[in-house]
């Protein structure tokens, strides 16, 4: 994406900016604001919406720009002309603004995702990702809506997963099959909670819960499930390999095999302590021996499996150029390419007892594992997107997955029908039926 760099100068020289909308103002959100405003030139950050309104105004009053309270769409236009930052806790008034073209998602939240998302690509606004969860759960469809509507929806890059699509895509590009794409892990704990965390956590200003979805296990399996959806990958098994390897990257290349790669289509994976890290790697074959000789010339080993990977991702100084890729070229850094290939199940943390409501990802009551998208359908259990509120019909032992008869879930949610209509299109009923319901 070198390019980016040139078009968004020119905008700038000619008073054009991209207009960008964001929503949400935690920990990564206060790191856009500042990379936007300060570092970014040819893209305008027009709007920020929270609902609590104050820690908007706080995240870009933080990093030098005048927040100006919105209560309408014109006002959203006239602070923006102004060269101010509109603040508001309505949606509304950024996906039906006039002074936005692109709106990142930077909540990290699956139901209030699934909401912004409809209203976004109901406003002819172009999505940005940086809520990996909500794509998880409800991806598969939500691009076809976006297609629909003639806008781009795209995950972010700096994020890993869309790390790993560019590093698919180079790879693809010179020739070569990729077979594997993986995430390079420091700790790997399901045991893991907000407790836990909670020093990590205060120490960079983070949320306990969100960092305990990293610790845990849960972050890593939605992130590569996105991998899986984008690029057509399985997974060797529910979880994933995951082994615990603490030399070179480069050395996974002779720990897979290659036969059993050709018949899952490629696999998403991860490895915990592999060096150079935290990054991503992407391992390809060669077909034609002409290359494989240069191959081996330029240091990439013999094969048949050869290792590519990014010894790190930038997170928020990343995602200016993905808002650039999908306003200029209308490109998305990494979208999901038809039916959902590999989910993310609901896994018990702790023994949980009959009538507990559950928590959140990164909490005390589940983490997340990947798994095939058809196994996850015709056994009916439970999507971690799905999970949060749910309450338990039975009593589930630790480490047991849930299921959709082992829960009630919250009356009259989005989130549950727009899941419904995914499972519908793309495997022909809905696995959500028979399931317990409140009064709905």
């Known amino acids: ?75 959203v236009v006239r602070i923006a002309a102004a060269g101010d930052v509109a603040v508001t806790d309505d949606i509304a008034l950024v996906a039906g603004s006039d002074a936005v073209d692109v709106v990142v998602d930077a909540t990290g939240a699956v139901a209030f995702g699934a909401e912004l998302a409809l209203a976004v690509i109901a406003g002819g606004k172009h999505l940005v990702l940086l809520n990996a969860e909500v794509d998880a759960t409800l991806g598969p469809l939500l691009v076809t809506k976006a297609d629909a509507a003639g806008v781009v929806y795209s995950g972010a890059d700096g994020d890993q997963p869309a790390v790993q699509m560019n590093l698919i895509r180079f790879v693809r590009q010179i020739g070569l099959r990729p077979l594997v794409a993986g995430n390079i892990k420091g700790l790997q704990d399901p045991y893991r909670n907000p407790t836990t965390q909670e020093g990590f956590a205060k120490r960079w200003g983070q949320d306990p819960w969100m960092v305990t979805s990293f610790a845990d296990g849960t972050k890593v399996s939605v992130e ?55 990054g991503i790697y992407v391992l390809g074959e060669h077909d034609d021996p002409k290359q494989r000789h240069y191959l081996e010339l330029y240091k990439l080993g013999t094969g048949p499996l050869y290792s590519f990977y990014t010894p790190y991702h930038l997170c928020h100084f990343e995602v200016p150029t993905t808002v650039a890729r999908v306003a200029l070229l209308g490109d998305p850094a990494i979208r999901p390419m038809g039916a959902p290939q590999v989910d993310v199940v609901t896994m018990a943390k702790t023994d949980l007892t009959a009538g507990t409501v559950l928590d959140r990802p990164g909490g005390y009551h589940y983490y997340g594992e990947a798994e095939r998208a058809d196994v996850t359908h015709r056994d009916r259990l439970l999507p971690l997107g799905l999970a949060e509120g749910a309450r338990l019909l039975r009593d589930v032992a630790k480490d047991e997955v849930i299921g959709y008869g082992d829960v009630e879930l919250p009356t009259g949610r989005l989130v549950d029908r727009l899941r419904a209509e995914q499972d519908e299109r793309f495997f022909g009923t809905p696995a959500l039926t028979g399931a317990a319901t409140a009064a709905r």
Not at 16 to 28: D, S
Not at 40 to 63: F, S, W, Y
Not at 259 to 267: K, T
């Open 1 to 75: 994406m070198i390019a980016i760099d040139t078009l968004l100068r020119q905008r700038q020289t000619d008073g054009r900016p991209v207009r960008m909308g964001l929503v949400g103002a935690g920990f990564m959100a206060k790191g856009l604001v500042n990379q936007v405003v300060n570092s970014t030139p040819g893209v305008q950050l027009t709007v920020v919406c929270n609902r609590t309104p104050a820690k908007a105004h706080a995240i870009v009053t933080e990093a030098g720009a005048s927040p100006v309270a919105a209560e309408s769409a014109a006002d």
């Open 224 to 278: 590569e499930a996105l991998v899986a959806n984008a690029a057509g990958f399985s997974v060797h098994r529910r979880g994933m390999l995951g082994r615990d390897h603490h030399g070179h990257v480069d050395e996974l290349t002779g720990m897979y095999d290659v036969e059993e790669l050709h018949a899952l289509g490629g696999a998403v994976d991860y490895v915990v302590g592999a060096q150079p890290g935290p």
